[in-house]
Nanobody
Framework: QVQLVESGGGLVQAGGSLRLSCAASGRTFSSYAAGWFRQAPGKEREFIATINWSGGSSYYTDSVKGRFTISRDNAKSTVYLQMNSLKPEDTAVYYC?????????????????WGQGTQVTVSS
């Protein structure tokens, strides 16, 4: 079992930045790929970014490329999402997730463990 706890969400003005953290506990987190997803009211959960076990490979959805950066510190069992140039359309609940195996994946169905989510609100 892996337990995930997100933090770092909040209210920010458009153009601002936030860094989300996802702290993992339980089994050896370094053997898991990780991802960030978000869900806005009335919408399906959306893939944002994913990273492999070592942090050497990462992938993003087009809408956040160049603005968001996913990273991880396996010594701290933590995954981060640095969000810059935030837009009102980035407003959502953000979830981190972990999947067994080292290979990252864009589909939420591939993930085995989820955090409780953290709210990000971007005002215009």
């Amino acid at each position: 079992q892996v337990q995930l706890v997100e933090s770092g969400g909040g209210l920010v003005q458009a153009g601002g930045s936030l860094r989300l953290s996802c702290a993992a506990s339980g089994r050896t987190f370094s053997s898991y790929a990780a991802g960030w997803f978000r869900q806005a009211p009335g919408k399906e959960r959306e893939f944002i970014a994913t990273i492999n076990w070592s942090g050497g490979s990462s992938y993003y959805t087009d809408s956040v490329k160049g603005r968001f950066t996913i990273s991880r510190d396996n010594a701290k069992s933590t995954v981060y999402l640095q969000m810059n140039s935030l837009k009102p359309e980035d407003t959502a609940v953000y979830y981190c997730a972990a999947k067994k195996g080292a290979i990252p994946n864009r589909s939420p169905l591939a993930y085995d463990y989820w955090g409780q989510g953290t709210q990000v609100t971007v005002s215009s």
